[in-house]
């Protein structure tokens, strides 16, 4: 049976950064790498697939219940003409239309809602899913960047050479982004630092935007 996706998030959402860093130390960094990275992409990419099918679902159990609900009300103007011709056979068929409905109804009502909330937990999960990724390619990062820096103390101690720590850095960086980009299709950041501290600028603007937007619907909600 193949693990389901709340499982499966849950697992690599979970799984430890410093186990992931003393494999890449104790084998070929490339090919750990490009497994890890790989793994939580298509995770996303499935849960982003049963996403999609739960708004499919959803729509559609809505436009039912739009249609039941129109043919409800329908009857109900129906059943008045029939009860004031006298025809009760066919009142008593249209009362009976309307009983099924009623009981299809509520089975619409449930699915609608399951979907709401089935569709609200694959967004944290995708959400979670990136956050991890974020921090499996930082970890990884440093992790590189401190072997880079080794490598670059032992060359400065037979050349003499002495880079400053942002050139240090940016080499390191750089080796990062080559390894991910070969072994794993996907293409590095511009990791220049320059461009690194606006983006992380971006990103905690986009956090403290999200903040405080909380923060007022907090306030609001006591008003």
């Known amino acids: 049976m193949s693990e389901s996706i709340t499982r499966r998030v849950a ?18 960094p490339e090919t750990v790498m490009e497994q890890a990275i790989r793994e939580l992409d298509t995770a996303i990419a499935d849960t982003r697939t049963e996403l999609g099918q739960q708004v499919a679902q959803k729509h559609l159990a809505s436009k039912k219940l ?27 068929a ?18 609608i809602a399951d979907c709401a909330a089935r569709e609200k937990e694959l967004e944290g999960f995708i959400q979670a899913l990136q956050a991890k990724k974020r921090e499996m390619r930082a970890e990884l990062q440093a992790f590189v960047a401190a072997q880079q820096a080794k490598a670059t103390a ?22 990062f982004g080559r390894i991910l980009e070969r072994n794993s299709g996907i293409a590095g950041r511009d990791t220049a630092l320059g461009n690194a501290g606006k983006l992380a600028e971006l ?6 935007n999200r903040v405080s937007e909380r923060l007022a619907a907090l306030k609001a909600g006591k008003a």
């Open 203 to 208: 990103e905690e603007l986009s956090r403290k």
């Open 11 to 28: 697992r690599l959402v979970s799984g430890s950064v410093n186990a992931l860093v003393d494999a890449v130390e104790n084998s070929a």
């Open 66 to 92: 739009m249609e039941e609900n129109s043919r409800y009300e329908a009857l109900s103007e129906q059943l008045q003409i029939a009860v004031a011709n006298g025809r009760d056979d066919l009142a008593e």
């Open 154 to 175: 032992g060359s400065e101690a037979a050349t003499g050479r002495k880079d400053s720590a942002e050139q240090k850095a940016e080499r390191a960086a750089d080796a």
């Open 94 to 111: 249209g009362i009976a239309e309307q009983m099924d409905i009623e009981a299809r109804i509520p089975v619409l009502e449930a699915s």
